[in-house]
């Protein structure tokens, strides 16, 4: 069975104080490795999609890298604003989504 | 532009009644459409996709179904809501590789 698992579920970070969330996935055959940025109360917002290991996307201060078994977010010099759930998703069949769980960033000024 | 709406924003409903929500795009013909929905701290889960008028999928059996009556309206209903169906309800439109969110209805059973 296709799984995603995400650590760590909280991340509390100072601002400027870089760091990396992981992003586990399991799945027969990808098609796509897939970031989302949500907000308290608002639908999810795409980011990136990685396709094959090696494979790196870049957004003002993220950074999403992809390897055969994983994916990672870095976030650089993080900023308030980048408070958010952070959540990535793998593409089991045609036309669907997997989602994991989320990371829940939370950059103190 | 492309624009996605959903209502109503809220909802409060006993257990047992009726559910509706309903989705409609604006700014895309034919697209794909997906119901997903979110338990507190738990991650989307998808419920129903569409791939056109007509067509639905359902990935999980449970009281919800899902209608598509038009090209860019996707419709969310139960018979009778259950407590478990609390939660986040998104809609979305777009492919596997780059979905677009709705605002979502936060549903409460109580």
């Known amino acids: 069975e296709d799984q995603v698992t995400q650590s760590p579920e909280a991340l509390r970070l100072q601002e400027g104080e870089s760091s990396s969330l992981n992003c586990s996935y399991t799945v027969s055959g990808l098609r796509g490795l897939f970031w989302y940025r949500q907000d308290p109360g608002k639908g999810p917002e795409f980011l990136f999609t990685?396709?094959?290991a090696g494979e790196e996307k870049e957004k003002e201060r993220l950074k999403a890298t992809l390897t055969k078994k994983e994916s990672f977010l870095h976030i650089t010099a993080p900023k308030p604003e980048d408070s958010a759930t952070y959540l990535c998703a793998v593409q089991p069949g045609p036309n669907k989504l997997s989602f994991g769980a989320g990371t829940t960033v939370t950059v103190r000024a | 532009s492309q624009t996605i709406h959903q209502w109503p924003a809220t909802l409060v409903q006993p257990v047992g009644s009726p559910l509706s929500l309903e989705c409609t795009v604006e700014?895309?013909?034919?697209?794909?459409l997906y119901w997903y929905r979110q338990a507190a701290g738990r991650g989307l889960q998808l419920l129903f996709y569409?791939?056109?008028?007509?067509?639905i999928s359902s990935e999980v059996p449970q009281n919800l179904s899902a209608s598509r009556p038009q090209d860019r309206q996707f419709i969310l209903s139960s018979k009778k809501l259950l407590l478990s169906d609390s939660g986040f309800y998104l809609c979305a439109w777009g492919s596997a590789y780059e979905q677009y969110f709705g605002p979502g209805t936060r549903l409460t059973v109580t």
């Open positions: 990685l396709y094959s």
């Open positions: 700014g895309t013909s034919n697209p794909n």
């Open positions: 569409s791939v056109g008028i007509g067509q």
